[in-house]
C-alpha cells in the first residue's frame, strides 16, 4: 500500500503500545482510540468523565490537525465507556465537539456506537476512535 502514511502529533498521547495515532489511507484517516492522558504528563487528567472526555477529544484532535482534517470531516467514532452510567455526561460534553445539524442539515455528527467495557487503558473512564475524511 504505497499511500499509508504513519501520523503522529506531539500534543497528543504518544501510542502506549505497537501502533500509530491514526494510519492515512485512500483519502481516509483512521485513528486510533484516545484514552484522557495529558500528553505533558502521560497521566490521566485529573477529575471525572467530563474532564476525560474533553481530554480524549482534544487529543484526538490534535491527531485529526496532523493528519491534516478536523472533526468537521469525522464519518464515524467509537465510544467505549467503562460505564453506561457515565452516556449522558459524555454524551453532552461530546455534543460540543459534534454538534447536532441545522435545519438546512449542515453540521451533522458523524455515526457512532457506544458500548460499555470491563475496563480500558490506565483506568480510564473513556476511550475513543474515529474515522475520518481528509479534504480533496
Known amino acids: ?3 499509508r502514511r504513519a501520523v503522529s502529533s506531539p500534543n497528543a498521547p504518544a501510542a502506549i503500545g505497537p ?6 489511507h485512500a483519502g481516509l484517516v483512521w485513528c486510533s482510540g484516545q484514552v484522557a492522558l495529558d500528553p505533558a504528563t502521560k497521566e490521566l487528567v485529573p477529575g471525572g468523565i467530563e474532564e476525560q472526555t474533553r481530554q480524549v477529544l482534544k487529543n484526538l484532535g490534535h491527531v485529526l490537525a496532523a493528519a491534516g482534517t478536523s472533526f468537521e470531516r469525522v464519518l464515524k467514532t467509537t ?3 467503562q ?26 455528527p458523524p455515526a457512532r456506537a457506544t ?14 476512535d474515529c474515522v475520518a475524511a481528509l479534504p480533496r
Open 1 to 3: 500500500m504505497q499511500d
Open 115 to 128: 458500548v460499555e467495557v470491563a475496563k480500558l487503558p490506565k483506568g480510564a473512564l473513556v476511550e475513543i
Open 19 to 24: 501502533y500509530s495515532q491514526a494510519i492515512v
Open 79 to 81: 465510544v467505549f465507556l
Open 83 to 108: 460505564s453506561m452510567d457515565d452516556f449522558a455526561k459524555m454524551n453532552a460534553i461530546y455534543g460540543t465537539f459534534f454538534p447536532v445539524a441545522d435545519l438546512a442539515g449542515k453540521g451533522a
